[in-house]
């Protein structure tokens, strides 16, 4: 480690080379990390409170704590997590290397309590904190990739855990289990759209005409500025996702998409409906390919 001092503090900020370039760093500090070479890197230092906000978010929802400073540890008062991301959600943070980094939410509902989508990392601290916002009912699971901590989780707050049939070999002992391809009512306000294709049990939540937290089937891709799904990343069949969205994107009315994996973005309603129609049209031309990592493109 470098001593303290200004040259350090001029480069104080890092990504080790645990790196899995899952992209959570870059969609929290765009303009401090970006890709170079296959990985993140700090491309530059904060230059304001603000930004350094931002890189500290980075750091602690990295899944490898691999941002780090070379002027000593993270200061903990730092962690922003839960970070509201409107009124109505917050991102978990601190994502898990069992859901290979996946993104986690929470829900707010009228009545106080909230619901969880996917699960950050399993921590009895964490538990605290998620908890003392309020009640959480239901944990919610968008597909089996993410399903690590769910009944953990669901234990700790006594909530119910929820996942699609295609997927319950990854929670078996999941309280709720979604069947068949058309949506499910789960609670006032939050619809289940089963989605078969990211795997076999993949699933949309939408909340409040509002929210669609898209687990791997889609997310907002900055390289396309555009709706976008993981085509090279596909478990199950890119040709039965095709069919998932010709099916059920005619239902869909959101504003937010909350992926697991991908950036998050807030259009209107109704351009949100025209980039999925758009994607619809894209998907039906995927064919079947090797998955591929360092082909995806986010």
Not at 12 to 20: G, K, S
Not at 160 to 172: Q, T, V
Not at 216 to 230: C, F, H, K, P, T
Not at 254 to 261: D, I, N, R, S, Y
Request: negative net charge; aromatic residues 8%.
């Amino acid at each position: 480690m470098n001593p303290k001092g200004r040259a350090a503090v001029d480069d104080d900020w890092y990504v080790d080379d645990r790196c899995t370039n899952c992209d959570v760093a870059r969609q929290l500090a765009p303009e401090l990390i970006e890709e170079v070479g296959g990985r993140s890197e700090v491309v530059r230092e904060p230059r304001d409170a603000a930004e350094l906000a931002t890189l500290n978010a980075a750091a602690f929802a990295c899944h490898t704590r691999s941002i780090r400073r070379r002027s000593g540890p993270l200061d903990a008062a730092a962690d922003p997590f839960p970070l509201a991301l409107d009124e109505n959600v917050l991102l978990c943070g601190h994502n898990s290397r069992q859901t290979a980094a996946a993104n986690a939410y929470l829900l707010r509902r009228p009545s106080g309590t909230l619901m969880m989508v996917d699960t950050p990392r399993w921590s009895a601290g964490l538990a605290d904190r998620y908890e003392a916002l309020g009640p959480i009912t239901d944990v919610l699971l968008t597909h089996r990739d993410h399903a690590a901590h769910g009944r953990r989780y669901a234990d700790r707050f006594g909530a119910r855990l929820w996942i699609h049939e295609g997927d319950l070999s990854a929670a078996p002992d999941a309280d709720h289990v979604l069947r068949g391809t058309g949506p499910t009512a789960i609670a006032e306000g939050v619809t289940a759209y089963p989605l078969p294709g990211h795997t076999l049990g993949s699933v949309l939540y939408v909340a409040d005409r509002r929210y669609c937290f898209s687990g791997d089937s889609l997310y907002w891709s900055r390289a396309e500025d555009a709706l976008a799904v993981a085509e090279h990343v596909t478990w199950y069949s890119i040709e039965a996702l095709a069919a998932s969205l010709a099916r059920t994107a005619p239902l869909l009315h959101f504003a937010w998409v909350l992926p697991g994996h991908g950036d998050r973005k807030r259009l209107a309603p109704q351009e949100m409906a025209e980039q999925l129609r758009k994607l619809t049209a894209h998907a039906r031309r995927l064919r079947p390919q090797p998955v591929d990592f360092t082909a995806h493109r986010w």
